[in-house]
């Protein structure tokens, strides 16, 4: 099993930045890539972005390009979300999720097979 850690949430002004982090423990070997999605308050889980963990390949929303950069630590088995320009529409659940499987639909949270606990992401006007 792995298991998967987020934080870094929290409140912050339109404009503002927030850096989150996903902290991957146990069978980590098992994980070909990472990736993050978000949930807004009645509407339905979304893809943000997603990266795996041997090669460069990167994987982003239309909505956060430009803004969000995923990147990773391999020796600390932890995938980081920078998110820049934060906007109101960005107020959601940032869920951390691992793939055992090569990246055929990064997109698709039913790609995914682990997934951490999510934590609040808040932009104020």
């Known amino acids: 099993q792995v298991q998967l850690v987020e934080s870094g949430g929290g409140l912050v002004q339109a404009g503002g930045s927030l850096r989150l982090s996903c902290a991957a423990s146990g069978r980590t070997f098992s994980v070909y890539g990472m990736g993050w999605f978000r949930q807004a308050p009645g509407k339905e889980r979304e893809f943000v972005a997603a990266i795996s963990w041997n090669n460069p390949n990167t994987y982003y929303a239309d909505s956060v390009k430009g803004r969000f950069t995923i990147s990773r630590d391999n020796a600390k088995n932890t995938v980081y979300l920078q998110m820049n320009s934060l906007k109101p529409e960005d107020t959601a659940v940032y869920y951390c999720?691992?793939?055992?499987?090569?990246?055929?639909?990064?997109?698709?949270?039913?790609?995914?097979?682990?997934w951490g606990q999510g934590t609040q992401v808040t932009v104020s006007l």
């Open positions: 999720a691992g793939t055992r499987l090569p990246f055929l639909a990064p997109r698709n949270a039913g790609a995914y097979d682990y």
